[in-house]
């Protein structure tokens, strides 16, 4: 039983393989937080301590009580109108202008497997291998109904949590917010780590101590953002990658998100996650219900890689779905950097005859082979194929290049118009923007409406009559600006649009998906604006960055493997010096970049000598070599590329008979500097592996202990990749 209810303390407890969860209804029927640790049995209400506390107001019921303030108390969903005064999970406004609620506990209800929430994603599990519990509180005199959702997968050492609030009241209730998830902890003192960045340089890591100074990070931008990715980790500041305790929560959401972080006056630390509450009013009638998003939470008391490791499990396993869930990708050749928007039907044939001749897998037509479109400021919106462009229709390229042995993918952006469009010449109402106001633009173009079902059903038929005729096995689903003009010509209320919007993206990417089943989807946003555990619910893979720089990728991916699996990670080989940063890094230093990720090329293969050809193909074959490590094994950061002249990381197979060694070097001294050494991880101490290259011997234990030495050779960038057996057992 992972769900376990106590009915004489009305105690919950969630069980997973390493931790406990808990929290209590108390006698106020308020449902307070207990503990969120390491695994344990028994009842923890003896966290709750009560004191007078001067200004900590009262609830009514608890009569002349000075000692019951919910300003001090840990709760599991707290509001705005208890007198509480941190940050809230839930506040709500009564038609009449009634800002506050006080729900408390009705009923629980247990039930085998994993809930599901109608049109957003969620962590899925079979019958038996997840548990769900739903305690529902209510508060009858604001009309507000709270169904509190708790997933768990106890093998996975995985919770999930949602929330339900429901109108009970005759007029219309609006949410200014209501999170995912709030976690009160009474002691402790945690480190915040978040992932920050900008188009080029996203999942930037900054990890800041959670002090008495509220920090709310947020996106504004109706999408998961460049900005702020939703994923926190909050870890005991003497966490390491290796040793320590540290909670992830994850949305499963790809609209703007927020958290706040926050110790109180009385050392207890609040940590809350969910749906941005910026422009956000959502307006319920009577009886209708608002769904916030699935948060993950997950526990590791073993440091970082190990929260990593699960974290990506639970992904591989029990978020992405489809043809390739479990399965390796193929190695792609995207013509983006190799001509950007300026190509015709035949150069497109001439790359994938370089590519096929490379042992390249796929070829991908970017940006440009739709509508009017031969740079970024027209024809979004149109998704007919432009033939004349072209020099024949889709279908045939499609052919041709399959003919050739390869498999085809084109580009689309369903969530744009450009002004200059057929699309938006005829319907100028479909692009979200304020009535008797100019828009504002960026790169050039407009965001469509999507939480109207008819501006995404002509998206979805436009889509699908170019795609229906040709054989298209992948589509990278682009998304290039953020949203700023939020107003939807049909919305009862504008408070509801950022929101409604991420629904009818859902909507579409499942239908798109149910229609091409056996289709890789791709998703990307400028880049890894959109890099979210939502959108890996409907896009096996994510483009991580624009910025194909080998050295900046060691910081995008480093970042990024925080909380997602590494092959999921969009990275491929590009020419050099690189298109963005000018930066001159040796082909076997970006290919064991890329490899770290999907591993692509985005070049173009007929400006290559034969040396690099050669050393193109060799790359290919090792990629094929090591790809199960990759897909199915742990990936663990062994340094740092903030602070360490040596980029390292492995790839280790689940019962550790391999791994795969990589490093970069990054800086480089005169040539007496110290020898660097890399430190392994997660190794059997006691296990002796083989490294293949030359035979040398390790031990598991002095290979983390003592590390291995990294050769010093001249030249920029190094990079290095060893191949370890172990040899003390078959
Ligand atoms: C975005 C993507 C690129 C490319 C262009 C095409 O910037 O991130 O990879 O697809 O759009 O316009």
Redesign the pocket.
Known sequence: MAILFDSTKRIFTLQTRTSTYQMQADSHDRLLHLYYGRRTEGTMDYVLTFRDRGFCPNPPDAGTDRTYSLDCLPQEYPSQGTGDFRSHALMAETKDGKIGCDPRYLSYKIQKGKYALKGLPTVYAGEEDAETLIITLEDPAAGVRVELFYGVLPESDIITRCAKITNLSEGTLYLHRALSANLDFVTGHYDLISFYGYQGLERSFQRNPVTHTEQTLISRRGTSSHQFNPLCILAEPDTTETAGACIAVQMLYSGGSMAVAAMDPFEGTRFQMGVSDYAFRYPLAKGETFTAPEAVLCRSGKGLGDLSIKLTDCIRGHVIRGPYKNKVTPVLLNS?EACYFDFDGEKILDLAKQAKDLGIDLLVV??GWFGKRDD?NSGLGDWYVNEKKLGMPLSELSEKVHAMGLSFGI?VEPEMISEDSDLYRAHPDYALRIPGREPVRSRNQLVLDFSRKEVVDNVFAQITSSLDHCQIDYL?W?Y?RSISDIYSCTADDQGRVLYDYILGLYDLLERIGKRYPKMLIES????GGRFDAGMLAYSRQI?CS?NTDAIDRLRIQYGTSFGYPNETMGAHVSKVPNEQSGRITPLSTRGIVAMAGTFGYELDPAKLGEEEKAQIREQIRERRQIQDLIFFGDYRRLSSPYTDPVTAWSYTSKDRSKFVLSAVRTELHFGDEPTKFIRLAGLPEDAMYRREEDGALFSGAALMDAGIPLPHEGGDYQAYEWHFTRTDRA
Do not use: A, E
């Not at 990307?524 to 880049?527: D, P, T």
């Open positions: 983006w970017d940006d970024d580009w990278k682009d290039n990307c946003s400028g880049g483009w624009d």
